[in-house]
């Protein structure tokens, strides 16, 4: 299967990532979204082109229908079709991964969500930046939070992130919760939903079952945390746009012109 590709402008020794952008069309709070127009485009189509503006290699698209993936091609994108009954996304990731990549061509996997269309790709190339280390696993990103409304918000994951030293701009993750966390005086942070693993991490995860703290959070990292996984999580000033409501999408419209 060819892939759309593109040189990386990361210096890396070993690294060789693969992007996958999981997608389906059961979406309740915005019925069929990955297909809704912003500015002409569908949305998956502008998620795909965050992809591969961020340069770091080839960009697929995992769906969970046919539609998804008609769209995609017929912007000259790659996409594979996967099980709609898929649990979560990173679940959507590997088996894409499976039929496109089969030899283990790729050691680095990056999970970039089908509903943020405003990703920048500097925020892709900062992700993978902990996977460098040998000992890294899984990465994703973090914001501090500025907002008191984000603070109390459900809807904002937070993250307890363990810093080597103080304004670090790495640290370890050791819990996400819909809660305010943690508590006292300092930084809270926003968890951005972004994610890359090593292929060796994402197999294992894939195989896991559904955790307890993770079904209770709703939360699919927390299966991560719980078999004992571990996340770094690097710092970015800002936060891509979810586009989950009416609203969200109006606004990546405007953002998008």
């Known amino acids: 299967m060819m892939l759309n590709s593109a040189p ?12 996958v952008i999981p997608s389906r069309l059961a979406s309740s ?12 485009l569908p949305m998956i189509v502008h998620v795909w082109q965050r992809g591969i503006e961020a340069d770091l290699g080839p960009v697929v698209v995992a769906c969970g229908n046919p539609e998804i993936a008609d769209a995609v091609r017929s912007a000259g994108g790659t996409a594979v079709l996967t099980d709609p009954a898929l649990n979560s996304g990173s679940d959507r990731v590997y088996a894409a991964v499976q039929m496109i990549d089969p030899e283990s061509k790729f050691d680095v996997i990056i999970n970039l969500q089908g509903d ?3 990703a920048e790709p500097a925020m892709l190339r ?11 696993e899984m990465a994703t990103l973090a914001s501090v939070i500025t907002q008191a409304d984000e603070l109390e918000s459900d809807a904002v994951v937070k993250a307890a992130i363990a810093f080597p030293y103080e304004g670090a701009a ?12 943690p508590w006292g005086k300092g930084d809270n942070y926003h968890h951005i939903g972004l994610y890359a693993y090593k292929r060796s991490a994402l197999a294992r995860f894939s195989q ?3 955790g307890i703290l993770e079904r209770r959070e709703r939360l699919e990292q927390l299966r991560a945390l719980e078999q004992g996984m571990r996340i770094d999580v690097s710092i970015v000033q800002t936060n891509p746009l979810g586009v989950d409501r009416l609203e969200d999408l109006n606004m990546a419209r405007e953002l998008l012109l």
């Open 208 to 210: 896991w079952p559904a």
């Open 29 to 40: 709070r915005l019925p069929q979204k990955a297909l809704a127009d912003i500015n002409g």
């Open 170 to 181: 790495v640290g370890r993750a050791l819990y996400f919760s819909r809660a305010v966390l």
């Open 116 to 118: 943020m269309p405003t």
């Open 126 to 136: 900062r992700l993978i930046e902990p996977l460098q280390h040998p000992a890294g």
């Open 8 to 19: 990386s402008v990361l210096k890396r020794s070993f690294l060789n990532i693969l992007t």
